[in-house]
């Protein structure tokens, strides 16, 4: 592994910049995830109160943090990873197995035979108190968000985000290409409403805002929130809530409807 370098996790290509079409097999899911790193450490004060909330049970669903520790190679691992329960077997072992290829992917970036020091991997927390959680159940959907911390032995540690959103009347991952059909218009429209919408003091740390910085999400009845990547010192992601009323006319309809109820 190489530091500096964004992660990518199972099907992303690059996370989703690339390859964006869903698999034609059951395996593996797709989860959308990257890191970010520099040499300094983070200036942001942490406030309790703005943590969100964890999804309720709902639609036959039941969110978990799942306690998951373990070795492998030169890695050592503690965390809690989001899962949900329920009698949906092909959803919620999709959501699962997701959340479970995000750590494994992890782990595996870091068991690198050239890296001599050990490496270990806990619980994330980025700046707004975002952490790992079952995000949103909905009739259509599950979606949640893994935060990961690790150190590789560089100058710090670092965070790796992975969001992973599951139709539940597909079984699938639902993918940027299926929210937004003309992909570039989006992300145009994306990176204005990032620099609206975001902390001024913080934002300017995302630089340019290439378009794979648009491609960790999760759905919200009002909106969907990006995790737009940024230097260490500004708390390695920046979470930022787009209303629908300043995306719905780049959303495919239908996929308003999975995503919001």
């Known amino acids: ?13 690059g996370v989703v910049g690339g390859c964006l079409k869903p698999p034609d097999q059951p395996q593996p899911v797709e989860v959308q995830s990257s890191t970010s790193t520099t040499t300094s450490k983070p200036t942001v004060s942490l406030t309790p109160a703005q943590a969100p909330p964890t999804a ?19 890695v050592t691992y503690k965390v809690q990873l989001p899962q949900v329960t329920g009698d949906k077997a092909a959803a919620r072992d999709r959501f699962n197995e997701g959340m479970r290829a995000a750590l494994q992917d992890v782990v595996r970036d870091l068991d690198d035979p050239k890296l001599t020091k050990p490496a270990t991997i806990g619980d994330g927390q980025l ?9 949103f159940i909905g ?32 079984a699938q991952p639902v993918m940027f290409d299926q929210v937004f059909l003309d992909q570039e218009a989006a992300r145009v429209q994306l990176r204005k ?32 929130t990006f995790y737009v990547s940024v230097a260490h010192v500004a708390g ?4 930022v809530a787009v209303p ?4 719905r006319d780049l959303v495919a309809p239908e996929m308003q409807k999975v995503l919001s109820q």
Not at 1 to 13: A, D, N, P
Not at 151 to 161: K, L
Not at 217 to 223: D, F, I, N, Q
Not at 236 to 239: A, C, H, R, T, V
């Open 193 to 224: 409403l990032a620099l609206e919408l975001g902390p001024p003091d913080r934002i300017k740390a995302a630089v340019d805002m290439k378009s794979e910085q648009f491609l960790h999400w999760l759905p919200a009845p009002k909106g969907l």
């Open 244 to 247: 629908w009323e300043r995306i």
């Open 1 to 13: 592994m190489k530091y500096g370098l964004g992660l990518t996790l199972v099907l992303t290509c």
């Open 56 to 74: 309720k049970p709902a639609f036959g669903f039941t969110p978990t943090l799942e306690a998951v520790s373990g070795k492998q190679g030169r």
């Open 139 to 170: 009739p259509h959907v599950v979606a949640g968000l893994a935060v990961f911390l690790w150190d590789g032995g560089g100058a710090h540690p670092n965070q790796s985000a992975a969001t992973i959103t599951i139709n539940t009347d597909t």
């Open 127 to 135: 700046a707004v108190r975002e952490s790992s959680r079952v995000s």
């Open 236 to 239: 390695d992601y920046i979470p």
